[in-house]
């Protein structure tokens, strides 16, 4: 449909200069092809069956996340758009984890705010809105709790900091860190692995175990180096028509 063609055209052959101009327009057509099963997807997650999710999203390995509820202890939960993160978060509700709490950023327009808060609370959970973050956070410290962003979306403020992803300075996002010191919840890196078409995978893996311990920036640079890896393994999973470099350092 041409959508935003030009714009993932230029973010592939910027990140991956080596690569031909055959190479870059495969990874182009597998992003569309899984970019609009993703739209489709999503919008099914308003409908879908507890039984039907179970089966498009299977769990893989975890145990980092086990461990800490085993323990009583909430976690703060760094995602990417990477595969099926809407699919993914439905499948994480319905499992014996500490309760969904994702962050999001209100949509202008209600009728589809409404629609993405009932896609994202259908099977339980619930949603902060970016602002309320810390304000729903304080309210819910009794419960054991894991809170959810996708910490890979352009930071509003232009005072933002900035850090290479993919070889390219970038405002990035460091909301994660923050409220893991705030509260001292360990941060758990939540991936979605595509499987094949229509089939999803969860895995997760400790991000920072002991967030005032560690150094300012360390675990906003432990994230990017994990959605780094994961982009660089698999780019046609990645949100390649979000405007990722529209500032400029300067």
């Given at each position: 449909m041409g959508y935003r063609v030009s714009l993932?055209?230029?973010?592939?052959?910027?990140?991956?200069?080596?690569?031909?101009n055959d190479e870059i327009e495969s990874i182009l057509r597998k992003f569309y092809q899984n970019f609009f099963d993703l739209v489709?997807?999503?919008?099914?997650v308003l409908t879908i069956s507890k039984r039907q999710t179970k089966k498009h999203v299977v769990l893989g390995d975890m145990k980092a996340l086990e461990q800490y509820r085993d323990k009583g202890q909430s976690v703060i939960i760094s995602m990417g758009h990477f595969g099926n993160w809407e699919l993914g978060a439905a499948r994480f509700t319905l499992a014996d984890y500490p309760q969904?709490?994702?962050?999001?950023?209100p949509l202008s327009n209600p009728f589809f705010d409404r629609m993405m808060s009932k896609t994202r609370t259908r099977f339980g959970g619930d949603v902060y809105a970016m602002e309320e973050t810390l304000d729903r956070m304080r309210e819910d410290k009794?419960?054991?709790?894991?809170?959810?962003?996708?910490?890979?979306?352009?930071?509003?403020?232009?005072?933002?900091?900035w850090y290479k992803l993919l070889g390219r300075e970038t405002p990035v996002f460091t909301g994660v860190e923050l409220l893991a010191r705030r509260f001292d919840y360990p941060v758990i890196y939540l991936r979605v692995d595509r499987l094949k078409r229509g089939r999803y995978q969860l895995n997760c893996e400790v991000l920072s175990d002991k967030p005032t311990e560690t150094s300012k920036y360390e675990i906003t640079h432990e994230y990017i180096h994990r959605i780094e890896r994961d982009i660089l393994a698999r780019p046609e999973e990645w949100l390649w028509t979000h405007n990722r470099w529209k500032r400029t350092k300067d």
């Open positions: 993932v055209r230029k973010n592939l052959k910027l990140t991956f200069p080596d690569k031909s489709f997807e999503t919008v099914k969904l709490m994702a962050v999001y950023k009794d419960k054991l709790t894991a809170v959810a962003l996708l910490a890979d979306q352009n930071p509003s403020s232009h005072n933002a900091y």
